[in-house]
């Protein structure tokens, strides 16, 4: 099929989507799973809990009639926007299409910011043969690459149990949590506190905590006070991430634990249980494995810089 050329429509920019028309989006991106789920995470997770649950996260699609696949989610800051992902039809339109759209929407200031753009591998191609986006020259320059895991064996979710010692008890993350979270996640530097606290009291998580006794009879008494060691939760991009557990807690079946119930939790939401796991984290990639996520589509992270 021939690639359609929307140049003089790109002009007109982006727009942020409405809520009538996240079903027929959701559609759209659908076909194209598991490459589209870059984007098509943020737009289950709009439909599910509102548009409003995923600030600071803007889902945009291209001004005018034309319906299309073509969506990006951005994260606004106060200073501008950071960081990008994009899914396209290389069916609808061109890279160059898109960093028009991304040009004339987003307000590219090179001199003051980094843009990285995430996407899937099948559309990395096209973009790195872009010489100029806006009339400035640029290069991409790889940052992060990895994989989509999606979970596909839910006989798991029975067969699967891990007996918790009687001193832990399974809770949903709260907003104090956050601080806990935030200094054991390794991808801090790709967020912000605010963001993922808003996150967190939006969005489906689990945290499995640890009650200590109040009294020095060491027995767990019904006012115990709890200790936070071992978490996951869902980010505003549809993806489950920042699984953590202490290490005095570990080998102890928690993380497991908290993932496949988080896992069932979405799945009864009827959002997609996914995680993103980057190449050179195999110990992520068999901890995930071994609870029925299996490997899909390739995913890269990369940094828009000036030539």
């Not at 986006?133 to 990895?146: A, C, D």
């Not at 115990?224 to 869902?234: D, H, I, K, N, Q």
Request: proline residues 5%; hydrophobic residues 40%.
């Amino acid at each position: 099929m021939k690639v359609g050329k929307m140049t003089s429509q790109s002009k007109e920019g982006l727009r942020q989507v409405r809520e009538n028309e996240l079903d027929a989006l959701k559609e759209r991106l659908i076909r194209h799973l598991p490459h589209s789920f870059i984007v098509y995470g943020s737009v289950c997770l709009a439909k599910r809990y509102g548009l409003h649950c995923l600030h600071p996260v803007s889902i945009l699609v291209p001004v005018g009639t034309r319906l299309s696949c073509f969506t990006v989610i951005c994260t606004r800051t106060s200073d501008g926007p950071h960081d990008i992902q994009v899914f396209w039809s290389l069916e609808e339109h061109t890279a160059e299409d898109v960093a028009d759209y991304l040009f004339h929407t987003l307000d590219l200031d090179w001199s003051q910011h980094l843009f990285s753009i995430s996407l899937p591998d099948i559309l990395l191609p096209s973009l790195q043969l872009l010489e100029n986006i806006g009339g400035r020259q640029v290069r991409i320059q790889p940052k992060l690459h990895g994989h989509l895991y999606i979970f596909q064996e839910p006989a798991i979710l029975s067969t699967k149990q891990i007996k918790l010692l009687p001193e832990y008890q399974v809770t949903h993350l709260k907003e104090d949590d956050v601080s806990l979270i935030w200094k054991n996640w390794e991808f801090n530097s790709l967020d912000s506190v605010n963001s993922m606290r808003h996150s967190i009291i939006n969005f489906p998580s689990v945290g499995i905590r640890k009650r200590i006794p109040t009294d020095n009879t060491g027995q767990l008494q019904e006012e115990a006070g709890e200790t936070l060691v071992s978490w996951v939760r869902m980010s505003k991009y549809g993806y489950m991430g920042s699984t953590f557990t202490l290490p005095q807690h570990r080998r102890r079946g928690l993380a497991s634990t908290a993932t496949l119930i988080l896992t069932r939790q979405l799945q009864q939401e009827s959002l997609l249980p996914a995680v993103i796991i980057e190449n050179s984290n195999t110990a992520s990639i068999k901890f995930h494995s071994d609870l029925g996520f299996e490997r899909q589509c390739a995913l890269s992270m990369v940094v828009l810089l000036p030539a």
